[in-house]
């Protein structure tokens, strides 16, 4: 039992001793499990990246096959009367001099194929006295509508119902829509109070826990409230504000001079009770030990208290950091009858800060500042043992107006105390040059300085969409989001209801060759460009664009930089180049400033670069129809048609 016990042990003892070749290979071993646990994390970090890739596209195909399938179970929106067929861009030049509003529309329907269908109110017997040029149908049709206090209502491709423009056949033959609109951003009762306003729609909803407007109204007014909720329901702006404060301190104390003795007692040293004055021969003299000390004693120091929070604050919306301490205050009430009771409450004593952004458009940040920085003086000892605190509070409020990344230090909150003090020999120690020798002069100064820097840096900025910087059409007073009522430039027209009379001239003039370049125009995209004939030195000039097509357009309007300057500004304005974008339907108004240079000259706004697309992206084409010359007279020339 002893030699295989003996033998057991040697053998442990062999296997414990390590060698040089045990440890490299021990080391290897070691590095080519990390490698293999290395590969295999590696392939498990590919896995799961490639499984959330498959996750997200299997979410955006189910998502793309609930739109499709809510696409094809929602029902086409009714026929709008801006969507006209071609039937209604044929030209037709119309004189009829007091004619009856049957004969105008018989011979419309002869001439283009088209067929109107009159509700019973409409009086086919009111005189129409109407001459039109080179214009289209559709154009002639809302001329003779309009002045004649009636409407339309597009049936099909070439049907159209008549009917008086009244409230009670607005509500009988208008067809409404209904959309609900998902606020992400702005405030459903605001929107519902904008609405309301502006749009004076029919119908409205307004559901605060989900953040959604449902409106019920005609096309156009629906568009027009599209519009206005894309304008509102942008992201609030964000501020991150980097603060710093800092509380700089500084105090020096100066203590030199002999500290004399206040008393010199006489009397029998070490006596305890009564003496007898018979002793007095043995009365001395003495002081308290030690008799003179002399004091040099300088102290000084330096402390700085920083705190320096970073505030992220919503537009408009204030933000507030306190960093300090509370202290208890307690409050002992005494009632007859009921006995003695204490309550506490907390003084804030510490650094207090609020903070206000406001983001502007142009990239500044204007932040109103309420800094307040208190500390404990002392304690104060009240009635029946009550304590009450000094405190010291240094506060400071102002507005400021930065640009994004720009630091404003804000400064000057000192406070700086300064004591001078003797003790010692009465009228010596005050002395100026000699009173340190006869006691103690103390020179302490003290003084805190509250120091902040502040700066914001914009982390979302108010972008307006493009929809929000053109001028669209919004209707009539009486027809909200109704189409404006506007011929070609080609196009002239006079109009005059007639109160009757002996008889009517009605004719209907066929196109000339002239009119048929106009009407190929009006049949097709159409870009119209206008503005005043006139203008002096110095006063504006709208120029108006009006995309008369369902097609996307864009380009820029040509111009003399030394003529005419653009009201808007812009970073190419100099060049003579101004970009412009309209949406399908849209209209744009560029106001030009007359410059001196161009007096007694003949100025001209041209279109460069013109594009148009489709809602696919696809590239159409589009006419432009019109021209914009002014002419400026003289310093000395008055305007055509006026008094010299």
Request: net charge neutral; hydrophobic share 40%; aromatic share 2%.
């Amino acid at each position: 039992m002893r030699c295989a016990a003996a033998l057991l042990l040697a053998a442990a003892l062999v296997g414990c001793a390590s060698t040089p070749v045990d440890d490299a290979e021990r080391q290897a071993r070691s590095q080519r499990a990390e490698a293999a646990l290395t590969a295999r994390l590696a392939a498990l970090d590919a896995l799961h990246a490639q499984s959330r890739a498959n996750l997200q596209r299997q979410a955006e195909e189910a998502q793309a096959r609930a739109a499709a399938a809510a696409a094809a179970t929602t029902p086409p929106p009714p026929p709008l009367p801006a969507a006209l067929s071609a039937a209604f861009q044929k030209p037709v030049g119309l004189e009829f001099r007091e004619a009856t509003l049957r004969q105008v529309f018989e011979s419309l329907a002869r001439s283009s194929g088209v067929n109107f269908v009159f509700d019973k109110d409409v009086r086919g017997d009111a005189k129409v006295t109407v001459f039109l040029r080179q214009v289209s149908l559709d154009e002639a049709l809302r001329v003779i509508l309009a002045t004649q206090q009636l409407d339309r209502k597009l049936l099909n491709d070439s049907t159209v119902l008549v009917y008086p423009n009244t409230t009670a056949k607005q509500r009988e033959h208008q067809e409404l829509v209904t959309r609900t609109l998902y606020l992400a951003n702005a405030d459903v009762r605001q929107v519902l109070t904008l609405v309301r306003t502006m749009a004076k729609t029919r119908d409205l909803h307004a559901d605060e826990r989900l953040n959604l407007l449902v409106v019920r109204d005609t096309p156009e007014v629906v568009r027009q409230v599209e519009r206005l909720v894309a304008t509102l329901d942008l992201p609030e702006p964000e501020v991150m504000l980097a603060v710093e404060v800092m509380e700089v301190a500084s105090s020096r104390l100066d203590q030199l001079g002999l500290n004399w003795p206040s008393t010199v007692q006489y009397g029998i040293t070490n006596a305890t009770g009564q003496i007898e004055l018979g002793q007095r021969g043995s009365f001395t003299a003495s002081i308290a030990n030690p008799a003179l000390l002399a004091t040099l004693r300088g102290d000084s120091g330096s402390t700085n208290l920083l705190a320096n929070p970073s505030i992220r604050a919503r537009n408009r919306e204030k933000a507030k950091v306190q960093i300090g301490d509370k202290l208890p205050v307690f409050t002992t009430t005494s009632t007859a009858n009921v006995g003695v009771s204490t309550s506490v409450s907390y003084l804030d004593v510490g650094l207090k800060l609020e903070v206000e952004p406001t983001v502007q458009l142009d990239g500044d940040v204007t932040i109103k500042v309420a800094l307040e920085v208190s500390n404990l003086l002392r304690e104060v000892s009240g009635p029946a043992g009550a304590l009450a605190y000094q405190v010291g509070t240094r506060s400071s409020s102002t507005t400021l107006r930065l640009k994004d990344g720009e630091t404003q230090v804000l400064a000057g909150l000192i406070n700086d105390e300064d004591r001078q003090r003797a003790v010692g020999v009465p009228g010596l120690s005050a002395a100026p040059v000699v009173g340190k020798l006869f006691g103690t002069q103390s020179d302490t100064r003290n003084k805190t300085e509250v120091v902040m820097l502040i700066t914001p840096r914009i982390l979302r900025q108010v972008t307006p969409l493009p929809v929000a910087l053109a001028t669209t059409g919004s209707g009539t007073d009486s027809q909200p989001g109704a189409q404006p009522l506007r011929l070609g430039s080609s196009g002239a027209a006079r109009v005059a209801a007639g109160s009757g009379g002996r008889g009517a001239t009605p004719r209907q003039t066929e196109p000339s060759d002239s009119d048929a370049v106009a009407a190929t125009a009006a049949a097709g995209p159409r870009l119209l460009l206008s503005a005043a004939s006139q203008a002096r030195v110095g006063e504006t000039v709208a120029v108006t664009l009006r995309n008369d097509s369902p097609l996307q357009a864009g380009g820029t309007l040509v111009f003399d930089p030394a003529s005419l300057q653009p009201a808007s500004g812009g970073s190419d304005a100099g060049s003579g180049r101004v970009a412009f974008s309209l949406t399908p339907r849209g209209e744009l108004v560029a106001v030009f400033r007359v410059l001196a240079p161009a007096a007694g000259q003949q100025l001209a706004v041209q279109l460069g670069g013109l594009r148009a697309s489709t809602a696919d992206g696809a590239t159409a084409s589009l006419a432009v129809e019109g021209t914009v010359q002014i002419d400026v007279p003289a310093a000395d020339q008055p305007r055509s048609g006026t008094a010299p």
